[in-house]
């Protein structure tokens, strides 16, 4: 299995709604990636996790909330989202200490906020 | 400052052709260098991953090159098919206690019958 699943696909919230962007792989990578990525923009990353633990949090807005449960899930917590959020937004993992680990992505969740 | 730079930003060819796309880095201190590929609105998928030893990497009809001495690399994608339409990402990966990788911003290649 080398599938990184996101859910939902597509999600359309409004500025004042709590909403969540689930990841889910079962490769036994212990880096976990968020990264966000407007049109025709390369993505940018936004949070790491390694082994469960928050590594780098690339200076994101606090409406962006990650948690990580266990070594197999990586959520995204929205929380009074605006406009300007409205991107793909993908999850990766890799294994943690080999400097040539492959990143795999999901499919993305496409978020629009209205 | 580390950058990726690509080239073309967008390229058409016809069904069947060949083409190569450029990557330029100035990425340090260097790890490794992948291509992805990515068709809109869908998530990265590997294509290859070269490491400062490798020259050549072959994957099916696609084959990166990487010359570590002038921060260059290429991707050739040979006899190419309808499907090879999508952005192709260069990705440069450095060493800074873990892995920093710095995107470039993308070909977006069109196949055209």
């Known amino acids: 299995d080398t599938e990184v699943t996101q859910t939902p696909k597509h999600l359309v919230m409004g500025m004042t709604n709590k909403k969540s962007l689930k990841c889910e792989q079962h490769m036994g990578h212990r880096a976990m990636y968020w990264y966000k990525q407007k049109a025709k923009k390369p993505p940018e990353l936004m949070f790491v996790y390694s082994y469960e633990k928050l590594s780098i949090n690339e200076s994101v807005p606090s409406r962006f909330s990650p948690e990580c449960p266990n070594s197999s899930l990586l959520n995204l917590h929205l929380h009074a989202l605006q406009p300007e959020d409205s991107a793909l937004y993908l999850c990766?993992?890799?294994?943690?200490?080999?400097?040539?680990?492959?990143?795999?992505f999901g499919e993305g969740s496409r978020l629009t906020v209205l | 400052k580390n950058q990726v730079e690509q080239s073309p930003q967008s390229l058409i060819i016809l069904e069947g052709k060949n083409c190569t796309l450029q990557c330029n880095y100035t990425v340090s201190p260097f790890s490794n260098l992948r291509w992805y590929k990515q068709d809109t609105g869908r998530g990265p998928v590997s294509l290859t991953i070269?490491?400062?030893?490798?020259n050549t990497k072959s994957n099916g009809r696609y084959t990166a090159t990487l010359d570590a001495d002038t921060k260059q690399s290429s991707l050739h994608i040979t006899a190419s098919q309808l499907s090879d339409s999508a952005s192709y990402i260069c990705v440069v990966s450095a060493i800074l206690g873990f892995q920093k990788l710095v995107f470039g911003t993308g070909t977006r290649l069109l196949v055209s019958p």
């Open positions: 990766a993992s890799s294994p943690v200490g080999r400097a040539t680990g492959e990143l795999f």
């Open positions: 070269m490491t400062f030893s490798e």
